[in-house]
C-alpha cells in the first residue's frame, strides 16, 4: 500500500517564525505535491516537484517554499508564518507520466499561527 | 477563478437511498477527472476515476456519470450507507497541465441511518 506520511499532524506556532513541514511517501513516485485546504475553498495547490530539485508553483505559492533533495521527501517551508496561513496542509504524492492517475494523500498537518 | 465547482456544500440522503454529488467545470481542455473522500481529521482518499473517453464508470456502489458538452460529472452512491458519511471532492486534470489536480470546494454528504 502507498503510504504518505506528514511528519506533524498538529502544530501550533507564533508568527514569524520559520516552519518545516515534512512529507514522505514509500512508493518510489515522481511527483509529490502541496495542498492547503480551507472551508468553502477546496483544495489549493501551494507547490508541486515532478523529479528531485524540481519545483513548479502552484496557484498559490506565495509566502511558501519547497525543497526536494530526495525523491521520498517533500518539505514544505513556510519562512516567516502569519495568521492567514492558519489552515490544514495536505502532501500527496502520484506516480510518473502526465495525467496519469490518482494522489495519494497523507494525513494532514494542522497548522496554527497565533 | 474556480475552474472546478461542487455548488451544493452539503448533501443529506437516507441509508439506502441514492446519493448523487455534482461537479461542474469550465476548462474544456480537463480529460481526467476524480472524487476523493475525505473523512475529518484524515487526508483525502481516492475513490474512482473517470477518462473522457468514457461517459460512465462503475464501481461496485459507486458510478461517475461525465457530460464533456454540459461540462459536469456526478458521483451515484447506490446504496448509501452511514459511513459514507464524509466531505467528497471531485477534482480534474488536462494532459496539458502535466499533473496538476485542480479540485472542487467539496460537498459534505450526510446518510442518515
Known amino acids: 500500500d502507498v503510504k504518505v506520511t506528514q511528519s506533524s499532524r498538529y502544530l501550533v506556532k507564533r508568527t514569524g517564525e520559520k516552519v518545516f513541514l515534512e512529507c514522505v511517501q514509500d512508493m518510489d513516485h515522481e511527483n509529490m505535491f502541496w495542498y492547503r485546504q480551507d472551508p468553502g475553498l477546496g483544495l489549493r495547490l501551494i507547490y508541486f516537484?515532478?523529479?528531485?530539485?524540481?519545483?513548479e508553483k502552484g496557484d498559490i505559492p506565495e509566502g511558501y517554499s519547497v525543497s526536494r533533495e530526495k525523491k521520498e521527501r517533500f518539505s514544505l517551508i513556510l519562512e516567516s508564518a502569519s495568521t492567514n496561513q492558519t489552515s490544514m496542509y495536505l502532501c500527496a504524492s502520484s506516480a510518473g507520466g502526465i495525467n496519469t492517475g490518482e494522489l495519494f494523500f497523507g494525513e494532514g498537518s494542522r497548522l496554527t499561527v497565533l | 477563478d474556480q475552474q472546478v465547482k461542487q455548488n451544493s456544500p452539503s448533501l443529506s440522503v437516507q441509508e439506502g437511498r441514492i446519493s448523487i454529488l455534482n461537479c461542474d467545470y469550465t476548462?474544456?481542455?480537463?480529460?481526467?477527472f476524480l472524487w476523493y473522500k475525505k473523512y475529518p481529521a484524515e487526508g483525502p482518499t481516492f475513490l474512482i476515476s473517470?477518462?473522457?473517453?468514457?461517459d460512465k464508470n462503475e464501481d461496485g456502489r459507486f458510478t461517475v456519470f461525465l457530460n464533456k458538452s454540459a461540462k459536469h460529472l456526478s458521483l451515484h452512491i447506490v446504496p448509501s450507507q452511514p459511513g459514507d458519511s464524509a466531505v467528497y471532492f471531485c477534482a480534474a486534470s488536462a494532459y496539458l497541465t502535466g499533473n496538476q489536480f485542480y479540485f472542487g470546494t467539496g460537498t459534505s454528504l450526510t446518510v442518515i441511518p
Open positions: 473517470i477518462s473522457s473517453i468514457k
Open positions: 476548462n474544456s481542455m480537463f480529460d481526467y
Open positions: 516537484s515532478y523529479d528531485v530539485k524540481m519545483k
